[in-house]
Structure formats: structure tokens, C-alpha cells
């Protein structure tokens, strides 16, 4: 690609973001934008505590299989049934049907007259079935054992269910609702007011005392081909939704997906992202663009988990921290983000 037409789609971009930017917020006021996790998790959360407290099943499992199994309660299924656990109707199911191409084509899923009754039914699902028994001998606050069981009792067929599960719940801190007390302990973690937030992703902003977050909250700051754009460390990305791959994402933003595949760190050409996961769009940075030289790594995190969190380019990473010579990092690991 030569210079003129790099500067004409960056250009292209820009404007798209300028001029969606004013569009997105009267799109929301029509209810035609996408809900985004942080919304769904919003107003959905306490039916899952509830569920919680009655059936034994963790909230953070109930909300991580519903983000999943409904993108966020935009799939055509949960908009037309509002079936948000992709629950089949199967031989004792009597109320309202709908069908939908799943693993075979033209499947019969279950239909609620609401997403509450959704929610109930999928603890009651998982309650009466047999072949879930083995599950409700862990502990309610257990996240990871539940989605290894869901996985190994057969709930779906994707190879790496349970991986998507735990990455959904521990990104968005899911497993603070499984806690006493869990939806005023998630609300205080999440709701921050818009000065905390530019203060979180500001290059003068102060250190926070007990260390950063940046997935602690999200804002749209434009939506561009039915994608939300985000920022992190001052690096646009957006969220990707069920069924996408990088030339989808990268169609809708005027991108290539070798390009998308680059700004990611993304060797892998067959690969595709998550619902959910966090593509950035442009290049990240060099370095964390905050106050705050170091991130305490959490039990399973990978050199490329942390540069995606913060918008680091993950060679940047590894040479900060000498990690191309060694292992995966380890839970309390410090590892250098500036």
C-alpha cells in the first residue's frame, strides 16, 4: 500500500469517528446501538444473584454463559425469544418454540416471555438435569470448576467453552458477585464518575493507591460500522461480537485484517477472536502512558493478556521484562508496563 492511500483511509477513519461520535448518542436514544457487556452486566446482575442464592450456581457463571451464548443480548436469538443461554427445547419443553440454525440447521430453542424467565429457567435447567449434578458439589464462589464442569457435562460444544467462560468472568471482575454483599462490591469497584475515569487514562493523571485497572470501566467515545470504539492508553479498539473475524471487524472499519492481526499482536492467520475480546485498531504504544510503572499479574496471565489490558505492544513487554527467555508469568508476578 503506498503513502497516499494509508493518508486517505487514517483520514477516512478520523472523519468516521468525528462524525460518529454525535450519531452514536442519538442512535442510543432510538435503542437501535448495540448493548455493550458493561450494560448488560448492568441490568442483568441481580436476577443472577438471585439465581445465586436460591440454586447455588455462581452469578459470575450465570452472567459470563449469558454475554456469551446471547453477545450481550444482541444475538437474533435473545432478541427473538429472549433465550439468552441458547438453552434447545428438548422433549419436556411445552412452551413457546423458535428456530434457529445451530449446530445443525433449523435447531428448536426455547422462548421466554422475558429475560427474567430466561435466567430462571437456566437455573432450573442446570438443577434438574442429571448429568449437572456433579457440578453443585462446588462451592458457589468455585467459578473456575463450574465452567471446566459446564464444559465437561456437555452444556456446549466449543473445545475451549470453559476458557471463554473464565476469561469473560476475570475481565470483567464477574467473580466479585459470587461475594457477600457481591452487587454493591461490584458497583463500587465499576462505577466510577467521568473525572476518575480521564484519570485513569490520562499521561499526568496521579497513581492510584491500590494500582491500576484499565478494564474497570469502559465509555464509547464513537461508534463506527455498528462497532462501539473504546480507548485504552490513548489506543482506540473495539469489542468483538459474535461470529466476527478480523476481515469482518476490519471491513467495517475501512482496515485490513493483517493490519488488525499486526496492531494485535496476532501471528496466527486462522485465528479469531473471542466475543468480546479487545481488538485494538491502530498501533498500540511503547509504554503505559499513566503514573503506574508495574501490574501485579493475576493466576494465568500471559505477556500478551497484559499488553492487550493496557495497550502495549507485547515485544515492548517481553523486552522490558526479559520474557522471551522463559515461562509464563506467574500470580504476584510485577511486571514492567513503563
Not at 450494560?39 to 444473584?49: C, L, M, S, T, V
Not at 476469561?167 to 476518575?196: N, T, V
Not at 499482536?265 to 477472536?273: A, E
Not at 495497550?311 to 500470580?331: D, F, Q, S, V
Request: with cysteine.
Amino acid at each position: 500500500m503506498n503513502i497516499s492511500k494509508k493518508a486517505i483511509i487514517s483520514g477516512g477513519i478520523l472523519f468516521a469517528l468525528l462524525f460518529a461520535t454525535g450519531a452514536a448518542a442519538q442512535s442510543r436514544h432510538k435503542g437501535s446501538a448495540r448493548q455493550s457487556r458493561e450494560e448488560y452486566i448492568e441490568r442483568y446482575k441481580q436476577i443472577a444473584i438471585d439465581q445465586m442464592e436460591r440454586y447455588g450456581i455462581p452469578a459470575s457463571i450465570t452472567m459470563a454463559q449469558g454475554i456469551l451464548e446471547s453477545d450481550c443480548g444482541n444475538s437474533p436469538l435473545s432478541r427473538s425469544s429472549n433465550n439468552h443461554f441458547g438453552i434447545k427445547c428438548k422433549r419436556d419443553w411445552t412452551g413457546r418454540k423458535v428456530y434457529h440454525d445451530d449446530d445443525a440447521k433449523g435447531e428448536c430453542f426455547r422462548a421466554y416471555p422475558s429475560v427474567e424467565a430466561s435466567y430462571h429457567d437456566h437455573a432450573e435447567f442446570l438443577d434438574r438435569q442429571p448429568r449437572y449434578d456433579s457440578l453443585f458439589a462446588y462451592a458457589s464462589d468455585d467459578y473456575r470448576s463450574w465452567a471446566r464442569g459446564l464444559k465437561a457435562a456437555g452444556y456446549a460444544t466449543a473445545p475451549d467453552y470453559a476458557q471463554r467462560l473464565i476469561r469473560i468472568i476475570e475481565e470483567s471482575q464477574l467473580y466479585l458477585l459470587d461475594r457477600p454483599d457481591g452487587g454493591r462490591l461490584y458497583a463500587r469497584r465499576h462505577q466510577k464518575q467521568p473525572d476518575e475515569w480521564f484519570a485513569d487514562h490520562s499521561s499526568v493523571a496521579p497513581a492510584p493507591a491500590a494500582g491500576i485497572d484499565p478494564d474497570n470501566f469502559r465509555t464509547a467515545i464513537a461508534s463506527v460500522g455498528g462497532y462501539d470504539i473504546y480507548a485504552t492508553n490513548g489506543v482506540r479498539y473495539v469489542l468483538a461480537r459474535e461470529g466476527d473475524d478480523f476481515r469482518r471487524i476490519g471491513r467495517a472499519l475501512h482496515l485490513s485484517a493483517r493490519s488488525l492481526r499486526k496492531f494485535n499482536d496476532i501471528t496466527d492467520r486462522s485465528g479469531k477472536p473471542m466475543t468480546g475480546e479487545v481488538i485494538y485498531i491502530e498501533r498500540k504504544k511503547n509504554r503505559w502512558e499513566g503514573e503506574e510503572q508495574f501490574h501485579i499479574c493475576r493466576e494465568g496471565e500471559t505477556a500478551y493478556a497484559v499488553a492487550q489490558t493496557y495497550g502495549i505492544r507485547m515485544k515492548r513487554i517481553e523486552r522490558m521484562n526479559r520474557l522471551h527467555k522463559r515461562g509464563g508469568l506467574a500470580a504476584g508476578e510485577r511486571i514492567r508496563i513503563r
